[in-house]
């Protein structure tokens, strides 16, 4: 079946450092690949998304590319703030119920 | 433009006890979805309904049901509350099965 595998976490980087969240997928056919993020005490939020192989979905400095040969939607960031601390979703729309299919998830911390 | 509203905010529920959590949307969205949220285990769908009417069973429907009587309103309900329920719920919905899902801001139910 579908699912979609992310890196664990937490993730512990420095204000300004690179950010690289892996996130691999397995499923039939070209689904469309989300990101989403949790801050505190809320709910998900969309971040990015790709609905289309080779696509890279961007928004607030972070990018991912829909990298159909590896499988991949990683994340990325070039100089990370402490607001961008939270916890990041990767997600592929193909569920049987036509759901999303959700990583579990990796919490990311950026200190000052 | 309220998105999606989930009430309670938190509860604490004694097992055995029967509880609804609710969910309203203003986007006139044709799909709804239950989700718990698990340390360590991401996001399950529970319970979703591609349009009113109609509902279906997701990865961990037992011991919850729910009902989608019109496009709006989408509660969950726990029949009987166990220890293992204790979790955080969002409700979502999207446009269709197909498009992203926008999320509430969760219900935390500890079950005690």
């Known amino acids: 079946g579908n699912s979609v595998t992310q890196m664990e976490g937490p993730v512990t980087l420095s204000e300004e450092a690179f950010l690289t969240i892996n996130c691999t997928y397995t499923?039939?056919?070209?689904?469309?690949l989300f990101w989403y993020v949790q801050y505190p005490g809320e709910g998900l939020q969309l971040l990015l998304k790709?609905?289309?192989?080779?696509d890279k979905g961007s928004n607030k400095g972070f990018e991912a590319t829909y990298r159909k040969e590896t499988t991949s939607f990683h994340l990325e960031k070039g100089s990370v703030q402490v607001s961008d601390s939270a916890v990041y979703f990767c997600a592929l729309h193909g569920g049987s119920q036509g759901n999303l299919i959700f990583g579990k998830g990796t919490k990311l911390s950026v200190k000052p | 433009t309220a998105g999606i509203t989930q009430a309670p905010t938190s509860q604490i529920l004694a097992a055995g006890r029967s509880m609804t959590l609710r969910c309203t949307q203003d986007?006139?969205?044709?799909?709804m979805y239950w989700y718990r949220q698990d340390l360590g285990l991401g996001l399950r769908l529970i319970h979703y309904?591609?349009?009113?009417?109609?509902?279906g069973k997701g990865e961990v429907p037992d011991g919850y049901s729910v009902s989608r009587a019109n496009t709006d309103d989408f509660p969950l309900t726990l029949a009987s509350a166990v220890p293992s329920q204790t979790s955080v719920y969002f409700c979502?919905?999207?446009?269709?099965?197909?498009?992203?899902?926008?999320f509430g801001q969760g219900t935390r139910l500890t079950v005690v």
């Open positions: 309904s591609n349009t009113a009417g109609t509902t």
């Open positions: 790709a609905t289309k192989a080779d």
């Open positions: 499923a039939t056919g070209y689904p469309s």
């Open positions: 979502a919905s999207s446009v269709t099965g197909e498009s992203e899902a926008f």
């Open positions: 986007m006139r969205h044709n799909a």
